[in-house]
Structures are given as C-alpha cells and as structure tokens.
C-alpha cells in the first residue's frame, strides 16, 4: 500500500515550457487535491477533484489545468510555466465525508522554472 | 474567509524540554482540525486529527487539544527529542459545495538540540 505518489520528484523548466506532474493513490478515495507549498506562505489549494470526472478551483489556479484520469490519477498541467511557479507542489487524497476527512499527502514534486 | 495563524514562527530548545505549539483560526464552525510534520524537503505526515467533538487527541508523547469557541488548537510535545525537529503544520477544512479543502497555517518550525 503505497499512499500517494508523486513524479517526478525535481524538475527545472525554462520561463515557457510545459509539463504535467502525476499523481496517483491507492487507497480508493473519492477526492485529490493540488498544492503549492511557498516560503512563509503555507500551503494553498491550486485545484481539487471531488469525485472521478470532476474538478474543480481552489485558491490558486491560474496557470495551471488539471485531469483526473480515473478515480486513482489526478494529473496538474502547467501549459506555460512561469518563475512565479517555482514551488513545491503536493498532491493529497481524502475520503469525502461529513465530518471525517483526513487528507494524506504525497512526497511533493520540487519545480524551478528559470 | 477562514484564516488559520500559528504562534510561534520557529522554536529551538534543548532536548527534553516540554513544549507547546499554538494554531489559532478565525471561523469556529470547523469538523475538525489536523496537525501535521514536514521533514525538510520532505512531504507531510498527519500527526493527529481532533474532530469538532472532541476536545483532545493523544498520539505517544504528541497531545493536540482544541477549543472551538475560542478559535484555538495546542500541540503538547512532553520530553521533546532531536527526532522531534521537524516543521508542523495545522489546518482546518473548509466545506465549499460539499467539497473538502484544507486551509493552512505557516507551520512552525522546531529545533531541538542535544
């Protein structure tokens, strides 16, 4: 049982390139999310999918589109990458209920975009 | 709009000491509240999640209590280790069309030393 998972794990793009970062878990839960991680500024919601077949924007969405393939795969596209979107970025799951919703994490991608 | 502050920004102290890690948030109809470790360069382990109904949670020598009414959550670390140094995150989940995002502080970063 691997959790989530996240790759790659580093990547440096130049100012203009695309690149999509994969995320994946095995633990049969409905909802994934996106974030980004930023020096003193925590963590922020960039996207989130509720359900398969659903997305939808969170905090920070500009300049990123998402796909979630299937109920496991949550994908995060940066179309044209920009220095603003060197960061940390997180993928998570969660079960979607009432009052239990426990968010488990993945190990984070490391993005520099010069 | 839910905002969650956590106090202080970073703590170093000598091993073995008995430390208090504070999370404040602004709007109390919370279900629940998470406490979290990041490893540098590493991702995010939950540590402990305290539901709306419970005024504590214990994990070994980890004890988070919340109160809802006054906006507040404290993480309690008796006999703290040089293993314990690590930055810890809280967050509280917003509801937003059903759908669960968690809202995070800015951690507080800890240093324990022998």
């Known amino acids: 049982n691997a959790g989530v998972t996240q790759t790659p794990k580093f990547q440096v793009l130049k100012t203009g390139q695309s690149m999509t970062l994969q995320c994946a878990q095995d633990m049969n839960h409905n909802s994934m999310y996106w974030y980004r991680q930023d020096p003193g500024m925590g963590l922020r919601l960039i996207y989130y999918?509720?359900?398969?077949?659903?997305?939808d924007k969170g905090e920070v969405p500009n300049g990123y589109n998402v796909s979630r393939l299937n109920k496991r795969e949550f994908s995060l596209r940066l179309e044209s990458a920009a220095p603003s979107q060197t960061s940390v970025y997180f993928c998570?799951?969660?079960?979607?209920?009432?009052?239990?919703?426990?968010?488990?994490f993945g190990p984070g991608t490391r993005l520099t975009v010069l | 709009k839910q905002e969650v502050t956590q106090i202080p920004a970073a703590l170093s102290v000598p091993e073995g000491e008995n430390l208090v890690l504070n999370c404040s948030f602004t709007?109390?109809?919370?279900?629940?509240l998470q406490w979290f470790r990041q490893d540098p360069g590493k991702g995010l382990t939950s540590l402990l999640l305290i539901q709306s109904s419970q005024r504590e949670q214990t994990s070994g020598r980890l004890n988070a209590s919340l109160d809802k009414s006054s906006g507040r959550s404290t993480l309690y670390i008796a006999a703290s280790q040089p293993g314990d140094s690590a930055t810890y995150l809280c967050a509280v989940p917003t509801l937003s069309g059903g759908y669960n995002k968690l809202i995070f502080g800015a951690g507080t970063r800890l240093a324990v030393h022998p």
């Open positions: 998570a799951s969660s079960e979607v209920g009432d009052s239990y919703n426990e968010q488990f």
């Open positions: 999918s509720a359900s398969e077949g659903t997305t």
């Open positions: 709007d109390s109809a919370i279900y629940n």
